[in-house]
């Protein structure tokens, strides 16, 4: 890839200036002018990034079954499994801080396999041919469906790969602590004052099973965090979709993650609510309540070494002031109830979301409206592709003209062929 200077490249709203030594397109850099909220520590997270490559190198596999040119698709899931492997992460600018839908991640990433695999054939970066990043990359996707389901793939491959492993281990140290500490005796307290007796073991037991329920909320949520959108594309009834993509899909991300990926069984719910991925964060910020807990126990058991309890004695990790000379603190619980007090807080986040993101509902319109509506357009994707199809849409909305009109006056189709590819109630489903 050359270094220095820029080239021009094109999005449905014109020329834009593209880094030579980056992969992406037009509309990620439009992007950068438009949500300037945020930086470095606030783009969107390589994990998700990570998801989208699986499903576009998922979705390359499966259209290529359906007749996509295995040039264009094998170019296509080479550059996904670079992004996948982590090696093109420079070239995923854009920050979380954007569109509720998530297109210009979509095309973020649609852009940068696009451009690599026009490397990888000899061709010219921009240029879109051979691999175009709507027509082939994203073909049979949309973000509506792309996001959720990296959503979902980043999140399985998080709690599988991060989550329960740490919180195993940490339920595996506990209960070494329980055993360990069975025979010590000391005095409960309930409302922080002296109580019966209880042994240390009996105390640590219940931080145990605490951590044990935990990996079990978490567990119970995953079945629909396995479901994917795959397949729904715009507003779930899989329109430019081929029968059998979604399932099919489905599977190819089973394989390449190792995890057990299905097809949403209703796609307007798993593209018009995010349910599942607030269930999951309702039993992180249980989660989160668990752990704050314990860590409040721990450091409070812990207090003294004089002056306090005394009943623990916790790891002198490093110095505890910068005034007080030998004073060490119980940091590491205090970082532990800092995580958690985050992770309540993106729960709040999270359920917010989880009822504001209504995007993609499906609203009964009149036969009037749904004529008029420029979006129509997408039908003709598979026919004239994307750039042409978008240049239809446009030039009616300024024009104040049809569709049909349009695309008559421009000469990308004849009025047969529009009455033909355009007919509202073909786009129900997948053909």
């Known amino acids: ?33 438009n949500f300037k909220t945020g930086g470095v520590t606030e783009r969107m997270p390589i994990p998700v990034i990570k998801a ?124 070494a602590k329980s055993k360990e500490f069975a025979q010590i005796i000391k005095i409960g307290r309930t409302h922080t004052q002296d109580a019966v007796p209880l042994t240390l073991g009996q105390e640590f037991s219940g931080y145990v099973q605490q951590v044990s329920y935990a990996m079990a909320r978490i567990k119970a949520a995953m079945p629909r965090i396995y479901e994917l959108a795959a397949g729904g594309p715009a507003v779930g009834t899989g329109l430019n979709t081929r029968i059998g993509f979604a399932e099919k899909v489905a599977a190819k991300v089973a394989a390449l993650t190792g995890l057990p990926f299905v097809t949403a069984p209703n796609k307007f719910e798993a593209l018009a609510a995010h349910d599942a991925l607030v269930e999951l964060s ?20 812990g207090s003294g070494p004089r002056s306090g309890l005394g009943e623990l004695i916790l790891p002198e990790n490093e110095p505890g002031s910068s005034i007080m000379p030998g004073k060490v603190n119980p940091t590491q619980c205090e970082a532990m109830t800092m995580v958690a007090a985050e992770v309540m807080g993106n729960h709040v986040a999270v359920t ?41 849409a446009k030039t009616a909305h300024k024009n104040g003209s049809t569709l049909k009109e349009t695309a008559i006056e421009l000469g990308y189709l004849t009025a047969e062929q529009f009455d033909e590819w355009v007919k509202p109630k073909d786009m129900l489903g997948p053909k």
């Open 352 to 392: 917010v979301g989880g009822i504001s993101f209504t995007e993609n509902c499906v609203v009964e319109r009149s036969n009037k409206l749904m004529n008029e509506s420029l979006m129509l357009v997408t039908a003709l994707n598979p026919h004239i592709g994307c750039d042409k199809a978008a240049k239809i």
């Open 52 to 175: 989208f490559a699986i499903l576009k190198r998922g979705g390359a596999e499966v259209n290529q079954d359906y007749g996509l040119d295995p040039k264009i698709a094998n170019a296509i899931m080479k550059a996904a499994d670079e992004v996948a492997e982590g090696k093109l992460n420079d070239h995923f600018p854009l920050v979380v801080w954007q569109t509720g839908s998530g297109t210009q991640t979509n095309m973020n990433v649609n852009e940068v396999i696009s451009n690599r695999a026009i490397e990888m054939l000899g061709g010219e970066l921009g240029s879109k041919k051979p691999v175009h990043p709507n027509d082939h990359v994203n073909k049979s996707q949309s973000s509506n469906d792309t996001f959720p389901t990296a959503m979902h793939i980043a999140a399985a491959v998080e709690v599988h790969e991060v989550l329960l492993p740490g919180l195993q281990k940490l339920h595996d140290a506990l209960n």
């Open 1 to 33: 890839m050359a270094s220095g200077s820029c080239r021009g490249q094109y999005d449905t709203f014109g020329e834009l200036k593209v880094p030579n030594d980056k992969y992406y397109g037009a509309q990620t850099v439009r992007s950068t002018m």
């Open 282 to 301: 309702g039993a992180m910020n249980t989660t989160a309540c668990s752990l704050m807990k314990i860590a409040n126990d721990i450091r409070f058991l």
